[in-house]
């Protein structure tokens, strides 16, 4: 600057990125920056995701620019991250209304309109939205492979647990019949429904609650430490948390009952999918694929 002079001195700094599993670490350990004749204190860097205040450029070490996209401060990461709560805790809220109030149907969907309005602000306050959800074009092969084999795998067990274990602990599962799905003409809801149904519920509860909820749990005052365990398990707490919400959304308990558990373990697996990928693309993929045998199996059986 102005032709002053700049050091630094017993600084470390290391960027490593894994093929594209987007797990990253830096570390930035600086004693002393001297800019001309003025010094600073040091600076930390956290090895979380998020956590950075390096400048990202457009391609490091063979990242793309969705990985880049991990490496900002947490306060310019993402603005109105908290808006993540207010669907949480709408949620929460149904459990206790009156019996009368929750069988309404446009009170079951109160909390997907607050968290499809909430995701509507959220992106008008930052840029780059879509690789932020992890949409990205050059990200839709890699999300074709994963959501194809991991749709199929859990649409054939879920399957089975359904016709067979659910029976079996003699639960009930004629009322699939009655469910608005079943109602539908099965040219209209294969696959042209069931992908449309993906594309909403995925990019609410993996794009939007479970990105972030991350980032809130990421950035937030208690989280400020250089502990790459804790740093994961504050992952693996925003998985757990949207898979619940994702499973206790209340028309998806008014509409399944007992079933809705099944939601618990698709949640999971479809949110460390997206955690490791970044990929919003492979949980739909996954999600369509895994609801398209489950509606043709139970189909098949009871209608």
């Keep these: ?4 002079r700049s050091t630094v001195s017993h600084a470390d700094r290391l960027l490593v990125c894994r093929d594209s599993r987007h ?18 204190p040091s600076v930390s860097v956290m090895p979380a995701i998020g956590h950075t205040q390096l400048v990202h450029p457009p391609q490091v070490g063979g990242c793309s620019s969705v990985e880049a996209l991990l490496f900002e401060k947490p306060a310019q990461f993402e603005r109105r991250a908290w808006l993540v709560w207010i669907p949480i805790l709408a949620t929460g809220s149904y459990y206790v209304l009156p019996d009368g109030l929750q069988r309404h149907l446009f009170v079951q969907f109160v909390p997907q309109l607050l ?22 074009t050059t990200q839709f092969l890699g999300g074709l492979q994963w959501g194809g084999l991991t749709g199929g795998g859990l649409g054939m067990w879920n399957l ?18 009655e469910t608005p799905h079943a109602q539908m003409p099965l040219w209209a809801m294969v696959p042209w429904t069931i992908l449309m ?17 991350a980032i809130v749990l990421q950035t937030c005052r208690w989280a400020h430490e250089e502990n790459e365990q804790k ?30 558990w099944i939601a618990v373990w698709d949640g999971l697996i479809w949110g460390w999918i997206y955690m490791r990928t970044r990929n919003l693309y492979a949980v739909i993929i996954a ?10 199996g139970v189909r098949a059986v009871l209608v």
Aim: charged share 15%; aromatic share 12%; net charge positive.
């Design 197 to 213: 149904i993906a594309c909403l519920v995925e990019l609410n509860f993996r794009g939007f609650l479970l990105g972030r909820l």
């Design 160 to 177: 089975f647990i359904i016709l067979a274990v659910v029976p079996w602990l003699g639960w009930d599962i004629d009322f699939l019949k």
């Design 1 to 4: 600057m102005g032709g002053g």
């Design 23 to 40: 797990l990253f670490r830096v570390v930035s350990r600086a004693q002393s920056i001297q800019v001309g004749s003025r010094r600073s």
């Design 231 to 260: 740093a994961n398990t504050r992952v693996v707490l925003a998985i757990g948390l949207s898979a619940l919400i994702f499973a206790f959304d209340p028309f998806m308990v008014m509409t399944f009952r007992h079933l809705h």
């Design 287 to 296: 999600h369509a694929v895994e609801v398209v045998g489950l509606y043709l």
């Design 115 to 136: 968290s499809y309005l909430c995701l509507i602000l959220w992106g008008a306050s930052n840029d780059r939205v879509i690789e932020r959800l992890g949409l990205a």
